[in-house]
């Protein structure tokens, strides 16, 4: 009987995958494809990101703190991260197929939650810090 964790020791013969540099780069172009699938399928994705490109250069130009406007930048790229996981939601949940199933409906729901948790965030935010 072999132990589970032989095969999951780093000195084995057959490698996962890509190390080092290589994983990097492979890992960069893969994050680079799921930016242009999301702006080419997701209105959403294209709305935030033309805002984000109006709101991130104008809190580098308002006189604020430097707290301030990490706090104001980081919580528009926070609306971008959430829409994004929520676009790979509801793209595995199409791929599962089209009939309505509860849970289907459920993790969608959740995922668009999540959105709206995160642009109240960010409004918030940039609302106490500008008022």
Same mark, same amino acid.
């Given at each position: 009987?072999?132990?589970?964790?032989?095969?999951?020791?780093?000195?084995?013969?057959?490698?996962?995958?890509?190390?080092?540099?290589?994983?990097?780069?492979?890992?960069?172009?893969?994050?680079?494809?799921?930016?242009? $699938?999301?702006?080419?399928?997701? *209105?959403?994705?294209?709305?935030? &990101?033309?805002? #984000?490109?109006? !709101?991130?250069? +104008?809190? /580098?130009?308002?006189?604020?703190?430097?707290?301030?406007?990490?706090?104001?930048?980081?919580?528009?790229?926070?609306?971008?991260?959430?829409?994004?996981?929520?676009?790979?939601?509801?793209a595995?949940?199409d791929?599962?197929? $089209?009939?309505?199933?509860?849970? *289907?409906?459920?993790?969608k729901? &959740?995922?668009? #939650?999540?959105? !709206?948790?995160? +642009?109240? /965030?960010?409004?918030?935010?940039?609302?106490?810090?500008?008022?």
């Amino acid at each position: 009987m072999t132990d589970s964790s032989d095969n999951l020791s780093s000195s084995s013969s057959q490698p996962k995958g890509a190390t080092g540099l290589k994983r990097i780069i492979l890992a960069t172009g893969y994050s680079i494809n799921g930016l242009r $699938a999301a702006w080419r399928n997701e *209105s959403a994705i294209r709305q935030e &990101m033309v805002a #984000a490109l109006i !709101l991130i250069p +104008l809190a /580098l130009f308002l006189s604020v703190t430097m707290v301030e406007r990490i706090l104001m930048i980081g919580s528009v790229l926070l609306v971008l991260i959430v829409e994004l996981i929520n676009s790979a939601i509801e793209a595995v949940v199409d791929r599962i197929g $089209a009939e309505r199933h509860e849970l *289907s409906g459920r993790a969608k729901d &959740m995922g668009s #939650a999540a959105v !709206l948790v995160a +642009l109240s /965030l960010a409004m918030f935010t940039w609302i106490g810090i500008l008022i």
